[in-house]
């Protein structure tokens, strides 16, 4: 079976650090990979997906199929980038099967 | 353009009882999911359903049902409650069946004593 594993509960970073959020995956074929995000009394929402390798809020995250990684990266934490953040995967395009999530990280930037 | 929207937003039932959790899909939405987040836990997977059919289970006993109606709302029905099914129970709608365009509800929290 999949399994996504964030290895950070909690990552604290100061304002204007670069942050990098880990997140590996096990899975045998080809999935999709997706970063969510759920600010405080916020909805969880999508950020990015690795297959649109676009840049949302600054962030960026790329696939490593050798190292089965999809690590979410930002050069320069802002403070509303407080937030918790998830990892999760699709096995199939369309996902009828769902989306398998990893426990999140709770992302802190302190000024 | 209204989003997903879910009820009760609070639910405390008791060991053994049945509990019906509803959720509104966002306009022009077909599909539902619907996940169960533990405290400390990630949302894992119950089912979705697709013009009122299932489309897709996780790994939930019989006991976790679903519905769609016509209009694309949808109703998570858990019957025989476990402790353990106390959690956040989150819905999320789509145009069709893709994660990749869902948008999630603000949950429901069920309490089992």
């Known amino acids: 079976a999949q399994r996504v594993t964030q290895p950070e509960k909690l990552l604290s970073v100061f304002k204007g650090a670069p942050v990098e959020l880990k997140c590996n995956y096990s899975?045998?074929?080809?999935?999709?990979l997706f970063w969510y995000v759920q600010y405080s009394r916020q909805r969880l929402q999508l950020l990015l997906r690795?297959?649109s390798r676009e840049s949302i809020k600054g962030f960026t995250a790329d696939l490593n199929k050798g190292e089965t990684s999809f690590h979410l990266k930002k050069p320069f934490a802002q403070e509303e980038d407080s937030a918790m953040y998830y990892c999760?995967?699709?096995?199939?395009?369309?996902?009828?099967?769902?989306?398998?999530f990893g426990k999140g990280t709770h992302l802190i930037i302190q000024p | 353009e209204t989003g997903v929207t879910q009820s009760p937003t609070h639910l405390i039932k008791t060991r053994g009882q049945q509990v019906t959790l509803r959720c509104s899909s966002q306009?022009?939405?077909?599909?539902v999911s619907w996940y169960q987040q533990a405290l400390g836990q990630g949302p894992q997977f119950i089912f979705q359903?697709?013009?009122?059919?299932?489309?897709g289970r996780g790994n939930f006993p019989p006991r976790f049902s679903g519905l769609q109606f016509p209009n694309y709302s949808s109703e998570l029905n858990v019957n025989a409650l476990e402790l353990d099914d106390s959690a956040l129970y989150l819905c999320?709608?789509?145009?069709?069946?893709?994660?990749?365009?869902?948008?999630f509800g603000p949950g429901t929290r069920l309490t089992v004593l």
């Open positions: 999320a709608s789509s145009l069709a069946p893709r994660v990749d365009e869902q948008f």
């Open positions: 899975y045998s074929g080809s999935p999709e």
């Open positions: 690795h297959i």
């Open positions: 999760a995967l699709s096995r199939i395009r369309g996902g009828a099967d769902g989306l398998t």
């Open positions: 306009s022009g939405h077909n599909t």
């Open positions: 359903y697709y013009r009122e059919e299932e489309n």
